[in-house]
């Protein structure tokens, strides 16, 4: 940490020296693009734009990720470079500067609550990547069918002892990093992850293309056919922008009050977007190729990457190898998500309940992963449990797919509105102006899309889900 930069201007609550700071402006970037590309990029973005028909989701989801995300990207690490403390205490802090009512606060625990609902089954995903790689490097994947690769996933998924194993190894992975704190944990990690990373990306992208069908993929992916997409498919696109770029959940906030005073937060957000998107568009690349060449379906669902991917790894030469490197790539995506999503309540209960970074990872990582086997459960032995059946709009859920329902759909969209409201209409403007430092044309660029259009278009993807 520098002692130049603990020096606060005009902040609000102040990063308190003891904090400790990223060491630059490439540890926050690398941080912030470790959290943001996940498995919602790398699992879910190919599978949603499979099924939503391409080009057009693309372009649309694009649109969405400038225009919407950006702006709370933005909003969320000002917020906390401003508070410069956990989550809930940097808005505190701020409605304390400022007069405005400390209830604002509130918005940060919805976030610290969603992230580490996520978390809890994040992780159980996270779990389904390491058991792949294991299953890729033995070779069961070598010329086998489809229905042999559904059973192995079927299989997994029935058996709630290797779902519990690679489940925790997962969490375990996440509070080791976590429980060393910022400077020696997360930064080392994350410089060293995710430009591992990009290399691994690229080396199943260079894969791609020598299947003779990449550029169908790029066609399918770049080549906007509007008659494909839907309205639900503009929605699906809004709240992917959001998850997919860790926002409404306090995370950027959390990691935002350890960005430097005199960094740009305009210009870091907006590195991190891209980062975000061309790992999402790499993936894409990565796998729009080997499932045209093999036939297969893009718009097989979930089951895209764990059913799909492997019959394609099991028929390619070197496809073990392929496979492998793989899998290991989702495991590191789904890793520095992960310690992002557990950093807020870690933050959180060292500073509200006075505990040690070690103590308050332990707790806060251990009800986590108890909650995570409920999840587990809900895949096998559980999965008739549906425990808000009697509602409508919970029928037929288990409780996976209830955390899943309630965080992105609910808590998310609630959360970034809720930052864009505060920011946009409650802070001061001249908080604002001073914290990001921008000319005056591109803040009111900014100012006024946070004020007007953001919230309305969250509104709309908000109120879509309930109904
Ligand atoms: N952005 C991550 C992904 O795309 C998921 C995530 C959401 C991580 C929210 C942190 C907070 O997989």
Redesign the pocket.
């Known amino acids: 940490m520098s002692e130049s930069t603990s020096a606060t201007r005009g902040s609000a609550g102040g990063q308190s020296g003891k904090r400790g700071l990223w060491s630059s402006r490439l540890a926050f970037i690398l941080a912030a693009t470790g959290?943001?590309?996940?498995?919602?990029?790398i699992w879910k973005f190919p599978y949603i734009t499979g099924e939503n028909g391409g080009g057009a989701f693309v372009l649309v989801y694009l649109l969405c990720i400038a225009a919407v995300g950006l702006p709370i990207m933005m909003a969320e690490v000002m917020i906390g470079r401003r508070g410069g403390n956990s989550p809930v205490k940097s808005i505190r802090n701020i409605t304390q500067a400022e007069g405005l009512n400390p209830g604002w606060r509130l918005v940060a625990a919805i976030g610290v609550l969603a992230?580490f609902l996520?978390l809890s089954f994040y992780s159980v995903i996270g779990g389904w990547a390491i058991s792949y790689v294991g299953t890729a490097a033995s070779g069961a994947l070598t010329n086998q069918d489809a229905d042999a690769i559904g059973a192995i996933f079927s299989g997994l998924l029935a058996s709630p002892g290797t779902l519990l194993l690679w489940h925790s190894v997962f969490m375990a992975l996440v509070m080791f990093v976590v429980a060393r704190g910022v400077r020696s944990g997360l930064e080392k990690a994350v410089s060293i992850l995710m430009p591992a990373l990009f290399v691994l990306l690229l080396v199943v992208v260079g894969y791609a293309m020598t299947t003779g069908h990449f550029g169908e993929a790029v066609s399918f992916l770049f080549q906007p056919d509007f008659s494909k997409l839907t309205t639900k498919g503009v929605l699906v696109a809004l709240g992917h922008a959001f998850?997919?770029?860790?926002l409404g959940?306090a995370?950027m906030v959390a990691y935002g009050s350890y960005l430097p005073k005199g960094i740009s937060i305009a210009k870091t957000s907006i590195l991190v977007s891209i980062m975000d998107t061309v790992v999402a568009l790499l993936a894409g690349l990565a796998i729009f190729p080997i499932v045209f060449a093999n036939g297969l379906e893009p718009g097989a669902g979930p089951g895209l990457i764990f059913q799909t991917l492997p019959l394609a790894f099991g028929q390619m030469p070197m496809g073990s190898l392929f496979g492998t490197l793989f899998f290991v790539l989702l495991i590191f995506a789904a890793w520095t998500?992960g310690i992002?999503?557990l950093e807020p309540l870690v933050e959180w209960l060292e500073e509200q309940k006075g505990m040690t970074r070690r103590t308050s990872t332990l707790a806060a990582g251990l009800s986590c992963w108890l909650l995570g086997i409920a999840s587990i459960l809900s895949l096998n032995l559980w999965a008739d449990v549906t425990p808000l059946g009697m509602f409508s709009m919970f029928e037929g859920k288990t409780i996976f797919d209830l955390l899943d329902f309630l965080t992105a759909n609910i808590l998310l969209p609630l959360g970034g509105l809720l930052i864009a409201v505060f920011t946009g209409w409650f802070m001061s403007r001249q908080a604002l102006e001073n914290e990001l430092a921008l000319s005056s044309g591109s803040f009111s660029l900014w100012y006024n899309t946070l004020r007007y259009f953001t919230p309305i278009a969250v509104a709309i993807v908000f109120v879509y889900n309930l109904i």
């Open positions: 959290s943001a590309v996940g498995l919602g990029n992230a996520i998850f997919t770029l860790s959940m995370v998500s992002s999503l």
